[in-house]
């Protein structure tokens, strides 16, 4: 009796700790009905404030609502975007690929291993289960640079503890749970899909085998030789457990999709067939990250100094250029004339220039009611973007993004003036 008592207050407790890491229902946004997130990359918010390579852009954010006081977390690129569909880093704190499939590793929430760059870490185990993640340190002087001034995560004053009840899962899985749709449209994913695909071009990737291309060339190809345009790491879904094994329909492969073919992300806006929310990730080109064997209008910039000047400007226009024809396949759209939609454009982090230059970055929300041409100081992040979706969609917080001093950005989608759950 004892023994059967033990294990039910166990059960009981391990179940009062799953429901712990999502919290309240957010309050202040409108519902909402479709939610474009569109990921940029790599520049800070002066560098594309006023950047005459950027027309389209700063056209956007003047004529619709714009954060002049937001912040990624931290850094690598990877952990950004974990952060905001998951408000949490999970533990990762590299871009390190997923360890596809593998059943055997311990995910970092339960072992509390950090997934790091310096010391190097191995591939990223599946992520899933409920536990610890890492901490967001304000002045990184050991990760991604060593020795001081060190490279500022948010704006080298505020830190975030470890949470010890991090739910290893997203907006996504929150939105299968509810019965509505999500994709992340990625663009130059193969036809074939992310699976196992770290890297590609759209046509070769990083598990092409290149032995069976003949006659062979001189000097042979390799996986060198293939222009990163398609990234796991700027695709966040594929790092958990949930997707790699879809053990939902609704939460597997299936919805990640390329921008082109019958499923992709043109064809789903031409028809009006979106699901409620989608991710949508340009090519490392079109993004304004960068590659080095991309060719000189793909070129990363030359000085990551913080300024206008040390960026390729071709690199630039190639995002504007990007921004501008996905917005308009959007408002080309049957569905942006339906119900209340939201467009969020943003960058997931600065240009990795040390302090004092801090990690803002701008993020721009364009709606289909309500109120344009606003401007909000008021300071937010990552977190902050996840739970202003959660709110519209009805959904809890999640994670971090229940943190008390995460505010509703209900100024920037037109919704009550309340910025508390």
Not at 57 to 83: C, D
Not at 193 to 221: E, H, M, Q, R
Request: proline residues 7%.
């Amino acid at each position: 009796m004892k023994k059967i008592f033990a294990l039910s207050f166990l059960a009981a407790a391990l179940l009062n700790n799953a429901f712990a890491v999502e919290g309240p229902t957010p309050k202040g946004i409108p519902r909402l009905d479709h939610v474009f997130v569109i990921m940029m990359e790599n520049h800070g918010y002066s560098q594309i404030l006023n950047n005459p390579n950027a027309p389209f852009i700063n056209a956007l954010a003047k004529s619709t609502n714009v954060a002049t006081n937001y912040f990624g977390v931290a850094h690598p690129s990877s952990t950004n975007y974990l952060e905001v569909v998951g408000g949490s880093n999970f533990g990762v704190l590299t871009d390190n690929s997923p360890d596809w499939h593998n059943a055997s590793c311990t995910p970092n929430l339960a072992s509390g291993l950090v997934s790091t760059d310096n010391p190097p870490s191995p591939n990223i185990c599946p992520i899933a289960g409920v536990g610890t993640d890492a901490p967001t340190v304000a002045v990184d002087t050991t990760n991604e640079v060593q020795g001081t001034p060190g490279e500022n995560n948010i704006d080298g004053i505020q830190s975030i503890p470890a949470a010890t009840n991090i739910d290893g899962k997203t907006i996504a899985d929150q939105l299968a749970a509810s019965e509505r749709r999500w994709k992340s449209y990625q663009e130059n994913l193969p036809l074939s899909g992310p699976d196992f695909v770290n890297y590609s071009d759209g046509v070769y990737a990083s598990n092409t085998d290149f032995t069976k291309i003949i006659p062979a060339l001189n000097p042979p190809l390799s996986q060198s030789d293939v222009v990163a345009l398609y990234a796991a790491k700027h695709d966040p879904f594929v790092y958990f457990r949930s997707v790699q094994e879809a053990t939902d329909p609704a939460m597997s492969m299936e919805n990640v999709v390329g921008f082109d073919g019958p499923r992709g992300l043109y064809a789903d806006l031409a028809n009006g067939n979106v699901p409620a929310f989608s991710f949508i990730a340009p090519n490392q080109c079109n993004d304004q990250h960068g590659r080095g064997n991309g060719g000189a209008f793909c070129n990363w910039d030359p000085n990551d100094n913080g300024t206008q000047a040390g960026l390729n400007p071709a690199l630039v226009k190639r995002g504007d250029v990007a921004v501008e024809n996905i917005i308009s396949a959007i408002k080309n759209s049957p569905v942006w004339k339906e119900g209340r939609d939201a467009i969020i454009v943003l960058w997931d982090e600065n240009d990795y220039s040390t302090a004092p230059n801090t990690n803002q970055v701008m993020l721009i929300v364009d709606t289909n009611y309500g109120v344009h041409g606003m401007q909000s100081g008021k300071r937010y992040n990552h977190f902050s973007l996840l739970k202003s979706i959660e709110s519209g969609f009805g959904l809890p917080c999640l994670n971090h993004a229940c943190d008390a001093n995460v505010g509703v950005m209900s100024d920037l989608f037109a919704g009550q003036n309340n910025d508390s759950e």
